[in-house]
């Protein structure tokens, strides 16, 4: 579909019922401070924008600005915002995922956020370093998810430590007929590079080299290295020709259903699904995704909600102030979270809030191997290629053809 306009992405949305400008004005003095040179449009999509707009009424509450919060759709709100900079039009900040940061930085269509040493600190381990790109920092993180094994209680009492350890005890009540399945894992019919990331990495495989600073090198692509080779004849093992633990009929709301459903003990998901589990009375608790006995850490990805300042904003002083407020003032993180529960990315939001959400820390614990999803443009050339690859090794195709013809199919994408 081609990149809507703003113009054109208002209009869009509106005939879809999905285009809402969510003015928050505050008090009556508020609105009358609030001349039309301070206001602060916020784009985000309709899952972040009601959440959003909570947090905009307390912020218009404490500020001289009113905020308008723009509903754009999830599939248009990047190329959209990108177009919307090259006309000289778009928002002050727009809301999205970390791994945008480096089309964004390449296209000029978002500013550095400056960010102190006291500032940095007050983010939890890799949220920040997850926005930064060439050295400065594109963002200001507001939430963090992760993948984590959730587990039946009542199945399982123990948290598994390595993953054969998880397939003995799945297996165990699935031969007593006390469970079905002995994971649930979404592969689904054109994979799911995301889930099987944590097992893939413990085996061995990685998907991009780092460079000299740390960063991942789109130079050093390593689908096809033999190591990632090795980890998926590992995988292969698990899959439908082996033992059956990785299937490709597991697709996210299969997946769900088999624990809601107590069909297995284990799940491996993120805290999107745990409204399903509570209203389903599963007893649960939530650790990291076990590594194999012999491999590396399973390494899960992190992605990071993000403030992102517009480099063409109207008002560019407002959007900073509006980034550094959000840092010194933990209590805007509690007001989105409570409006839409995610992993705060502020350390003091998150330790205020696990006192009431324990799940809160057990899937920020989890996450302290993972890896943030690679920032860089090239990220986008991978997933479809090395999904699809997964999923047909875990069918019982050849590990290596497989992911020698995703690599060339991510390489060909590249140079697009």
Not at 154 to 162: E, G, K, L, V, Y
Not at 353 to 363: G, I, K, R, V, W
């Amino acid at each position: 579909m081609r990149p809507l306009t703003p113009t054109g992405t208002r209009l869009a949305c509106a005939a879809a019922g999905l285009a809402l400008a969510l003015t928050a004005c505050g008090s009556d003095t508020a609105a009358d401070t609030a001349g039309p040179d301070r206001i602060l449009t916020i784009w985000a999509d309709d899952e972040r924008a009601l959440a959003l707009m909570t947090f905009a009424e307390a912020y218009s509450r404490t500020s001289d600005a009113q905020v308008e919060v723009i509903v754009v759709e999830h599939e248009e709100l990047r190329a959209s915002f990108v177009s919307a900079h090259a006309s000289g039009l778009g928002p002050d900040i727009m809301v999205g995922p970390h791994d945008w940061t480096g089309e964004l930085v390449e296209s000029d269509a978002v500013a550095p956020v400056s960010l102190d040493a006291r500032a940095a600190e007050a983010f939890t381990p890799g949220a920040l370093d997850a926005v930064t790109y060439d050295g400065a920092v594109y963002g200001v993180p507001y939430a963090t998810e992760n993948l984590a094994l959730i587990r039946n209680t009542d199945m399982a009492p123990s948290a598994p430590r390595t993953l054969e350890e998880l397939i003995e005890t799945g297996s165990e009540l699935v031969d007593a007929d006390r469970a079905s399945r002995v994971l649930g894992l979404q592969v689904g019919e054109e994979g799911d590079a995301y889930h099987v990331h944590p097992l893939f990495t413990s085996a061995g495989g990685y998907l991009f080299g780092e460079d000299g600073a740390g960063d991942p090198d789109p130079t050093d692509l390593g689908v096809a290295a033999p190591e990632s080779v090795a980890a998926f004849e590992r995988l292969a093992e698990l899959g439908e020709a082996g033992s059956g633990v990785l299937t490709r009929d597991t697709t996210a709301s299969r997946a769900t259903e088999l624990f809601t459903e107590g069909e297995t003990p284990y799940f491996v998901t993120g805290p999107w699904s745990l409204s399903a589990i509570k209203e389903a009375g599963v007893p649960y608790e939530i650790s990291p995704v076990p590594p194999f006995a012999d491999g590396a850490p399973a390494r899960p990805l992190i992605g990071v909600q993000t403030f992102f300042v517009a480099a063409g904003a109207s008002d560019p002083d407002l959007a900073r102030t509006f980034a550094a407020d959000f840092v010194s003032d933990p209590e805007f993180s509690v007001i989105l979270y409570e409006a839409d529960p995610r992993v705060p990315a502020l350390v003091d939001a998150l330790e205020t809030l696990s006192e009431q959400d324990p799940d809160l820390q057990a899937f920020q614990n989890a996450g302290e191997n993972g890896v943030p999803m690679p920032a860089i443009p090239e990220m986008d050339a991978v997933w479809g290629p090395f999904s699809q690859a997964s999923a047909d090794i875990i069918a019982g195709a050849d590990p290596a053809a497989e992911l020698a013809e995703a690599e060339e199919l991510i390489t060909a994408g590249f140079a697009e």
